[in-house]
Every structure is written in structure tokens, then in C-alpha cells.
């Protein structure tokens, strides 16, 4: 079963590279059955995605969240179900060109990495309070890549929407908006539940560790989004570019501080 | 008051300034910032620069002590960061004062906006100018039906403005109306209760950081509490009860991974064992509000030494606390003497490699040899037996009463975002009267608001 997951990943990665040229035909000839079937196939790799984890959690008894391999796998799933959500609201694809081949490099990444399931150290064996604190990341991750997705397009689209096959920059806009919204409370979720987690295994809720003031400082990033806009009226290139270096930072946080520096959280390193 | 006439105009200027200045200064945004930007560069300071143990701040040696090591790895900037506090960041008074001032300047802030988020929920404006309706992106005029009667008495107002008023409500929006002459102002809003979610986080804000001052002022922590097995250690911070050791265990995977490692621990107090319990790195034991998390490990080495009299100066366990390169070491001050012993042991191997012991009288090493577990040598002027080995358990200790004001801090955070973000507000004023009713309407950013709006008149113009 380790083994068919581990194949699983591979096929969804192949899968997304797929879907994602996919989402380029068909944008670049708006031709609708070449939409369609992009759809159909960037679905059929998210399948795969989750079964490969579901299958994953089945052999290690815990979530598939316990070194860099997992952790990366879990968050192009991430990635995917926020994307194919986005899909249906906005009804338009276009976004599939951008994130879509987000979650592909990832993969391609994750298979690059060693995928054997490992044991656990004891600081990771509580299985509850670790599971939610994770998966809730994922998907906030997942928003925020999203968001990326839409500002990257914005950047292009906002002096009267030159580029006739993307979204109206409006549009992009409210994408970012939206996906901005779901992530945030769903980041301050991940970091309570993470000084939760400190409070029972270290004794101590906060304590500057490196993940700790990534993820603060990430979402700061996306909080001060938030601020310029409601507070200080923001729209549009500001915005779009602090959106951007937000995931700049999501992506430090989540690859960045478990491999370039040590404290607590760098046990989930390669 | 004062006696002279010609001051006391300049008198009462001076006197209200002060107070007036301070408040401004505190309820300034830009107040605000330059305080989070000092308090997160200190903290990002503190977390740069070592932090000096709970133990050894509340003890001058040791303090002395650990101050010196930090020169050696400093140089002379160790004396800037004593003198500044920078080893003991969280816990000096300029850090302390800045929280409190921040906690402050949020509690003015947040007084300072109340009037302006209280008033249009509970008071708001219902009468507007003519030129608000014309300026007005989003706004409709609704001609009433000619239905007159022929002397001109024009059709009840209050007729045409329960029907605007009973949609709105269908709408879920709350209406609020002032009769005017002929004409029935109104002002209806949705979410707009939930404009005060702004209000609950930045409330949280405070209370987090109250949660976390409470901490640092009621509570103590101590990071590094060392009880070698079967010993017991007295908890101290003015609490009365004592901790001992039973036993302590470790298991490996077979790579050498630690797979789990557990204390057992008893709590006593007044000369009774009270509590018990086995704590993991995630399943610390609790007592009167002092928590004992499981954090380190190490050997600890059963030792016997007796003078060239006889007479024993030391038996106790010796935990082997430091690692220098390869080994484990710990040492203790023998008892009436000058001299010092210190034992390492290398890291790995069983329980039957040798120890070595070394004696230092002041700084100079004396005299060393390496023992077997059970072994007795005679080193310098001593008998020295290392009688076995055991294992020391490290604990994380720990009070903090401000815990729960942190999660209720937490818990306000989240939900006054969710309920800012999630139910942005509509606003509409109108006007009713005999012949028309006037709409215009606003609504936070996010929302876009025509189609419902929209949807509204057209529900009106139904009826
Ligand atoms: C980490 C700290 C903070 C958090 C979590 C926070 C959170 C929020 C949120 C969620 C909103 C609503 C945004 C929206 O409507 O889209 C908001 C609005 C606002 N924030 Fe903050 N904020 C923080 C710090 C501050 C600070 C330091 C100030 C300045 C003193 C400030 C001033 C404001 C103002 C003026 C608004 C406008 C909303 C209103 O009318 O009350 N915030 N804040």
C-alpha cells in the first residue's frame, strides 16, 4: 500500500502536468471541450492526490503530515481543492494556468524527495491536535496560493484588461479577495492551534521559534491586505503585490524554515 | 486655582493640553505602530540572543556564571546586552513598561472609535441631505400610483412606507425611521450589528496581551529542572510541594530515533504523596496550576566518595547534565573541600562502559581515572565507588495563570474576524412620501451591492 500510494503520487503528478497543458490549450484557443476535459482531468488528479493520502494515513496509523514528503504532497492537495472550488464560483478557468501548475511542481518536487513512511518522533505523536493544526494549514495554504494565482494575473490584466483570454482585473481582484478572506481566519486557526499544540508538548504557548515567527509574520502579510483595503482603501497593483509577497513568505514558511533553519518544527525536514 | 488673574488663562491651557495631548498621542495610529514595532523587535531580539534560564537569573552566581560564558562567545558586546537587559529580554522592566504602554494606547484607541462604530448601529443618522440621495452611486425613485381621491388629499404615507419598510425587513435588514412632514425618513441597514466584530478583535488584542503580562507577573517558569532518578527536587517559586523522579525510560527505533520517553513522577506535599502520574513529551502532569513537561534526558551516575579517613563526603546520584563533544559530563563540589569532581561518560555504548572521573582542586585538574560500573578507586586522596548507572529526567516547569485569558483572547480574535469578514454591511436611506419613494444605498467594499439593491426595488415596486 505504501508503495501504490507512493505510485499514486507519481500518476497525479503526471496527471496535473496534463490538466495544466490542458488549461493552456484551451485558453489560448477558447475552445470549450479542451476546458472541459482540463477540468475533468485536473479533478481526476486531485482524486488520485487524495487517495494517495488517504492510503498513506491508512499505513502510518496518523495524518500524512510527518516529513517534508507528506507535507508537500498534502499541500498541492491543498492547493487543488481550493483551486477546483474557485473553478465553480468564478466559472472561468483561467486561473487553472497559474495554479494548477503550482500544485504540479510541487509534486514533482515531493517525488524528488524520499517517500518511505518514517516513525514518528514523540514531540509529533499526538495525533489529533497535530492532525487539525496541519490540515487546517493546507487549506489555508491552499487559499493563499490561490490568491497568488489571481493578483500574478491581476498584475497583468489591470490597465483595461489587455490580455483578452484572462479574467476582467475585477474579477481577478474579487478572486483574491475572497480567497484572501478564507485564509486568513483559517491561518490564525493554525497558529492557535499551534500554540495549543506548544502549550501541551513544550509548555509553552509562544516561544519565537522559527516556524512560529514565519507564520506570524505570513499572516501579518495578508492581515495588512486586509487593513489597506478596508482601512486605507487599497485596490488593485498595491494590493495585488502585497498579495504576492505573501506567498512569497507562505512559501518560506512552509519549505524555507524547515529546511534552511533549526528549531522545534525542524523535525518535519527532509 | 491660581491667585494671580492674568495666569490663570494660561494656567487652565496648561492644564487641560496635557491630558488632551497624552490622549491623542495614545489614541494615534501611528502611536500604535511605533509601539508593535518596538515590542516585536524586541521580541525578535530576544528570541536572536540567548535567553538566560529562569534558574540562573534569580540566583547572582550563577547568573555571574553564565554571563561569563556569554563574554567568551560575545566579547565585550555581552556587557551591552547585560546592561540593556537583552539576556533576559521578556522579563526586564522596559519590556514590561512597553506591553503595559501598548495595552494602553489600545484600550484609548479602541475607547477613542467607540462613538464612531457605536453610533451607526445603535443611533444612526436616519435624515440625509438632498445632495447625499443625488451624489449616491447605487439610488432609485419609486413614483407612487396616482389612486388620489378627487379633492387631491394625497394617499396615506404610512400605507406606501410599511410596504417599503415590511420588504426591507423580508430583506433581513433593520429599519430605522423618523416622520418628518409629509415625508417619512428612513434608514435601514444589514450586518450592521456586526460592524462591532472589528471591535472584538481589537479587544482580543488586549486581552491577549493581558493573558500574556499575567503570565510573566503571576507565573514562573524554569526550563532546565534536572531530578536524577529516585531523587527528589524541591519546586520552589513559593509553591510548597516537591517532585520526585521514580524512574525514568527511554525507547529507540532502530535507526536510534528517539521513539518515547517517559517519567514517572510523584508530587509530595507535607511529607504525602498526593499525585502520580507518568508524563510523555505531550502528556505533562499538572499540579496546583504548576505543570511539568517531559523535555530532556541523560545519564546520571550513582557515586560514593570517602575521604582518606573513611568518612563519606558525597553519595548521591550525579546527573550528567552538560555534553561536551562525545560526552556527557556533570560535576559536584565535594562537601568541607576545595575540590571538585567531575564525571563524563561517552554518549551511546551500554550500561557497563566506563566512567571517567576527574578532581579538580579550584580550576586545576588533580587527578583522573575511568571506573566500571561497581568499581572502586582510590583518585587523589579519595575512595571513589561508582556504583551504577541510572538516568536523570529534564523537566520543563512551568505556572501560568494567564493561559486561559490567552485562548478566550484567541477564540475573540477569530470569530471578530469571521463576523467582520463574512457579513460586510448594506446601508440604505430613503424617503417616502405621498408622491415617491427615494432610495440610496451603500455597502462595505466587498459587496457588490446593485444586484441586490436591485432585487429590493423591485420588490418594493411589486406591492
Ligand atoms: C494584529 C493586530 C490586528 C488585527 C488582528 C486586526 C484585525 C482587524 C480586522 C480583521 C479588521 C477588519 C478588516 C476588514 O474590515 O476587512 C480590522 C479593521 C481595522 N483595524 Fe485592525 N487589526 C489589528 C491591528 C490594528 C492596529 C494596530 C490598528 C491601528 C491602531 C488597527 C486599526 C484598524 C481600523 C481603524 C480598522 C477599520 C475597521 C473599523 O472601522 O473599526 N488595527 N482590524
Sequence with gaps: MEKMSIYLVTSSFGTLAIAALLYLLHISSKNEDIGKSATIIAWIGGVFLTLALVLRTIVSGRGPFANMYEYTVSFSWGIMLSYLFFERQIKSRSLGLLVVPIAAVLLLYAVSLPGEVEPLVPALQNNLLLTVHVSVAIFAYGMFAVAFGSSLMYLFQKDGNKVSWLPSADVLDDVSYKSVIIGVPLFALVIILGAVWGNVAWGRYWGWDPKETASLVTWLIYLGYLHARSVSGWKGTPAAVLIVIGFVATLFTFFGVNLFLSGLHSYAGL | ?463
Design chain 2, 1 to 463: 486655582m491660581s491667585e494671580s488673574t492674568g495666569e490663570v488663562e494660561v494656567r487652565t491651557e496648561a492644564k487641560s493640553d496635557p491630558i488632551d495631548g497624552l490622549w491623542r498621542f495614545f489614541s494615534s495610529t501611528k502611536t500604535a505602530i511605533v509601539l508593535i514595532l518596538l515590542v516585536a523587535f524586541a521580541s525578535f531580539m530576544g528570541s536572536l540572543i540567548p535567553q538566560v534560564p529562569a534558574s540562573y537569573a534569580m540566583d547572582p552566581v550563577s547568573y555571574a556564571q553564565w554571563l561569563a560564558a556569554m563574554r567568551e562567545k560575545f566579547g565585550a558586546v555581552a556587557n551591552i546586552y547585560d546592561a540593556l537587559g537583552l539576556f533576559n529580554v521578556y522579563n526586564v522592566f522596559w519590556f514590561k513598561l512597553l506591553l503595559i504602554i501598548l495595552i494602553f494606547s489600545t484600550i484609548i484607541c479602541t475607547i477613542n472609535r467607540l462613538p464612531a462604530l457605536w453610533n451607526p448601529v445603535f443611533s444612526p443618522r436616519i435624515k440625509v441631505s438632498d445632495g447625499m440621495f443625488r451624489a449616491a452611486a447605487i439610488r432609485t425613485s419609486i413614483k407612487a400610483r396616482q389612486k388620489s381621491s378627487g379633492r387631491g388629499i394625497p394617499q396615506p404615507v404610512k400605507g406606501i412606507a410599511e410596504t417599503v419598510f415590511s420588504t426591507l425587513s423580508s430583506h433581513r435588514y433593520k429599519v430605522f425611521v423618523e416622520q418628518g412632514e409629509g415625508t417619512t425618513h428612513f434608514y435601514a441597514d444589514r450586518n450592521g450589528i456586526f460592524k462591532l466584530g472589528t471591535l472584538m478583535t481589537h479587544l482580543s488584542l488586549v486581552i491577549l496581551m493581558v493573558g500574556a503580562v499575567m503570565g510573566g507577573m503571576f507565573g514562573f517558569s524554569d526550563d532546565g529542572v534536572v531530578i536524577p532518578e529516585g531523587k527528589t527536587y524541591n519546586v520552589g517559586f513559593g509553591e510548597n510541594f516537591s517532585i520526585r523522579a521514580d524512574q525514568f525510560k527511554a525507547e529507540f527505533y532502530p535507526d536510534g530515533q528517539p521513539k518515547d520517553y517517559w517519567s514517572d513522577l510523584v508530587v509530595i506535599e507535607g511529607g504525602k504523596e498526593v499525585a502520580k502520574q507518568r508524563i510523555r513529551v505531550n502528556e505533562p502532569l499538572e499540579y496546583k496550576g504548576v505543570r511539568f513537561h517531559q523535555s530532556f534526558y541523560g545519564p546520571a551516575l550513582a557515586v560514593e566518595v570517602k575521604d582518606g579517613q573513611e568518612r563519606t563526603v558525597f553519595s548521591d546520584v550525579l546527573p550528567l547534565v552538560q555534553s561536551s563533544g562525545q560526552n556527557a559530563a556533570g560535576w559536584v563540589s565535594l562537601p568541607g573541600t576545595d575540590v571538585a569532581l567531575v564525571a563524563s561518560l561517552p554518549f551511546g555504548g551500554d550500561a557497563t562502559r566506563p566512567a571517567t572521573v576527574q578532581l579538580f582542586k579550584g580550576q586545576v585538574p588533580t587527578s583522573r581515572d575511568t571506573l566500571r560500573p561497581g568499581e572502586t578507586k582510590s583518585i587523589g586522596n579519595y575512595q571513589i565507588n561508582y556504583k551504577g548507572l541510572k538516568s536523570f529526567t529534564g523537566l520543563r516547569m512551568v505556572k501560568d495563570p494567564g493561559v486561559p485569558v490567552v485562548w478566550l483572547a484567541c477564540t475573540l480574535l477569530v470569530v471578530g474576524i469571521c463576523v467582520t469578514l463574512y457579513f460586510p454591511r448594506r446601508r440604505i436611506w430613503g424617503r417616502v412620501t405621498a408622491q415617491e419613494v427615494v432610495m440610496a444605498g451603500t455597502a462595505d467594499r466587498t459587496v457588490n451591492f446593485r444586484p441586490e439593491f436591485d432585487r429590493i426595488v423591485e420588490a418594493i415596486r411589486r406591492v
